[in-house]
């Protein structure tokens, strides 16, 4: 028993030290974002920053960020570590995005040792090299970059269940527990889960059969053997029941759902009670129109789902189920507790004709090409004044577009088949390659159907799925032109390399191939302001609230100055506790103010710190001078 322990241990730290490495030189690559980290402390991570930090100083416990239910703290509260060490500090809130990174490029390489072991390498070292976009977004504590990795970790968790016939447990209970936390740390986690269970039913012995008994033709004979209106009224009601059902579930796992079609909503699932009231009411008219037979509905469903789960499975879905619903505990339990109320977030579709072709449009002209920065590459191979630079550009980024076009055209084409069975639902045999080649699909048909459109950091799973593809092809290649590794490698890196150049460059983070360490941030000069008057709590804009509130160590509480119910965080309700409080404000917001104080004769102290005019220290009507607190109405 010992000797198995210290078995493992070798495995252990294998992977830790590899992610480890990794994760240093993808620091070493950003080194220019980090050093300048304050600069690029945007609004949305310094709200996020400042909920992670007053529930690490003692404040109330909360499952969700008080702005949106479509992500959970996961992410957050992974920079718990490097804020204890840094303290609160936006280079310790950033830290862990180059963390996620490193684990997805491990997980990556994982499996493309079981897809292509001989290419796996040179997956892990293209993976290195990146797009403008995706260095910056790596760089960043964002979501989507850790769910990447839980998706990786669903499909080789996946891959090795279906290569195993024994023991079978463990792996079916980590693979659903993955899935509970990818589900509560964002719900775009929905996209990983979503691949895996299409491909595992259309590689299921029975789809054929069940395909067939669901198919328009069996369904219109079934309604012409119907003998009366009941009958057919019932029917309807039975497939209500059961979409209904499954719209509820989704709206309790996931946070919620909105069908739109021309702007106007015909399903909206965001209201968890009552979207389950209203699936009981209609149980209770299938029920009220004809009683026995709503009973043999049932039993027939019930034996239906029990005559299809042998008993030896029996446990294999118990062990499923605890792992997902340990997973999701945290969703549970905010739900519960009555935090989670309301969904919907991030899931309303619109199928209007015109807003997907638009969608469309968006996608292959614009957020695709930054992906891969091509739109990138392409105006700075125009605007680069050196002329060799433009030169070396302009080689390897016609190269690179070469490579990819045959890489997706030969993988199409060979995978034809296969992709007109996925896309059709027919039942085939399921090979590891079936994961990225249905992937990229359900990606990109997600970015066309949501109400707001694509956008790039949603595209984020089809740079790794890019890149095992680029690997796939280099594998087949190389058989018969050895040079050919060597060459897409070199052409990638030359790219990859120099448009990350030059956007550093354009940002100013580079001069004469030196990094540069920018001016003081205004954010800074703003808390120290506040902690030099001993002003504890303040409202300024979204961008500033967030930012000074975590900037400031917790001490200053900084909430949105905002009369809409949206902004009521809780934040912004211990604020308003306090009566000594300042206003941030510039531009016409300040404006505003400066105007309401005159109107209404408050007496108040001003100073102008980084382009803000700061007012604080009121005296007048207490009615009148609380009005200051929501004077804006975002």
């Given at each position: 028993m010992q000797n198995n322990k210290f078995s493992s241990l070798p495995w252990f730290f294998t992977h830790f030290l590899a992610v480890l490495f990794i994760s240093l030189a993808l620091a070493l690559i950003r080194y220019p974002f980090f050093l300048n980290s304050d600069h690029f402390f945007g609004s949305?991570?310094?709200?996020?920053?400042?909920?992670?930090?007053?529930?690490?100083?003692?404040?109330p416990i909360i499952f969700y960020f008080d702005f949106g239910r479509t992500f959970g703290l996961t992410f957050g509260l992974l920079a718990s570590p490097f804020i204890w060490i840094l303290g609160p500090t936006s280079l310790a809130f950033f830290s862990p995005g180059v963390l996620y990174y490193g684990l997805y490029i491990w997980t990556t390489y994982l499996i493309a040792k079981i897809l292509i072991p001989r290419s796996a390498y040179l997956i892990l070292i293209l993976m290195f090299?990146?797009?403008?976009?995706?260095?910056?977004?790596?760089?960043?504590?964002?979501?989507?970059?850790?769910?990447?990795?839980?998706?990786?970790?669903?499909f080789l968790l996946f891959i090795k269940l279906q290569l195993s016939e024994k023991n079978i447990g463990p792996i079916i209970f980590t693979l659903f527990f993955i899935m509970g936390l990818a589900t509560y740390t964002y719900t775009y986690s929905l996209i990983y889960i979503l691949t895996i269970s299409i491909l595992y039913t259309l590689s299921h012995p029975l789809w054929n059969q069940v395909r067939e008994n669901i198919s328009i033709n069996t369904a219109v004979i079934f309604l012409k053997n119907k003998k009366t209106k009941t009958?057919?009224?019932?029917?309807?009601?039975?497939?209500?029941?059961?979409?209904?059902?499954?719209?509820?579930?989704?709206?309790?796992?996931?946070?919620?759902?909105?069908?739109?079609?021309?702007?106007?909503?015909?399903?909206?699932?965001?209201?968890?009670?009552?979207?389950?009231?209203?699936?009981?009411?209609?149980?209770?008219?299938r029920i009220l129109i004809n009683p026995k037979s709503s009973i043999s509905f049932f039993r027939k469903t019930k034996s239906f789902f029990v005559a299809r789960i042998q008993s030896q499975k029996k446990n294999t879905v118990a062990i499923g189920l605890a792992g997902f619903l340990i997973g999701l505990s945290l969703r549970i339990a905010s739900i519960l507790m009555g935090e989670t109320s309301r969904g919907g977030q991030?899931?309303?579709?619109?199928?209007?004709?015109?807003?997907?072709?638009?969608?469309?449009?968006?996608?292959?002209?614009?957020?695709?090409?930054?992906?891969?920065?091509?739109?990138?590459?392409?105006?700075?191979?125009?605007?680069?004044?050196?002329?060799?630079?433009s030169v070396i550009l302009g080689t390897s980024f016609i190269l690179l577009a070469v490579i990819f076009f045959c890489?997706?055209?030969?993988?199409?084409?060979?995978?034809?088949?296969?992709?007109?069975?996925?896309?059709?639902?027919?039942?085939?045999?399921?090979?590891?390659?079936?994961?990225?080649?249905?992937?990229?699909?359900?990606?990109?048909?997600?970015?066309?159907?949501?109400?707001?459109?694509?956008?790039t950091r949603y595209l984020f799973p089809l740079f790794g799925v890019a890149t095992l593809w680029v690997g796939m092809y280099v594998?087949?290649?190389?058989?018969?032109?050895?040079?050919?590794?060597?060459?897409?490698?070199?052409?990638?890196?030359?790219?990859?390399?120099?448009?990350?150049?030059l956007t550093f460059q354009e940002m100013g983070l580079i001069e004469?191939?030196?990094?540069?360490?920018l001016k003081k941030h205004f954010i800074q000069s703003l808390v120290g302001f506040l902690e030099a008057e001993k002003i504890?709590?303040?409202?300024?804009?979204?961008?500033?609230?967030?930012?000074?509130s975590y900037l400031s160590g917790g001490r200053i509480n900084i909430s949105e100055y905002s009369a809409n119910p949206v902004y009521k965080t809780a934040q912004r309700v211990r604020s308003m506790t306090t009566p000594r409080f300042a206003i941030i404000a510039k531009d016409n917001h300040a404006t505003t103010y400066q105007n309401y104080l005159q109107e209404n004769k408050i007496d108040y102290k001003t100073a102008t710190v980084s382009e803000y005019e700061i007012f604080w220290d009121f005296s007048g009507d207490d009615t009148v001078v609380q009005n200051l607190r929501s004077l804006i109405s975002n």
């Open positions: 949305d991570e310094g709200m996020l920053a400042s909920t992670i930090l007053n529930l690490l100083n003692g404040g090299f990146t797009p403008p976009f995706i260095t910056s977004m790596t760089f960043h504590n964002w979501p989507h970059t850790l769910v990447a990795f839980f998706g990786n970790l669903i009958e057919t009224l019932c029917l309807f009601l039975d497939v209500l029941i059961i979409l209904f059902f499954i719209a509820v579930i989704f709206s309790y796992v996931f946070g919620g759902f909105g069908l739109d079609i021309a702007g106007h909503s015909i399903l909206q699932i965001n209201k968890f009670h009552n979207a389950a009231m209203q699936l009981l009411v209609i149980i209770f008219l991030g899931h309303d579709v619109d199928f209007l004709p015109t807003k997907l072709f638009v969608h469309l449009q968006y996608l292959l002209s614009e957020h695709g090409p930054q992906l891969l920065g091509f739109g990138e590459g392409f105006q700075s191979m125009f605007s680069n004044s050196n002329g060799i630079g890489v997706v055209f030969s993988l199409v084409f060979e995978n034809r088949t296969t992709l007109r069975n996925i896309l059709s639902l027919r039942s085939m045999p399921f090979k590891g390659i079936h994961i990225f080649l249905l992937l990229p699909i359900l990606v990109c048909a997600a970015n066309i159907i949501v109400q707001h459109g694509p956008e594998d087949k290649i190389k058989e018969k032109y050895k040079w050919f590794p060597i060459s897409v490698l070199a052409i990638w890196i030359c790219f990859y390399s120099f448009t990350n150049y004469e191939n030196k990094v540069v360490k504890a709590v303040a409202y300024s804009d979204y961008g500033t609230a967030g930012s000074g």
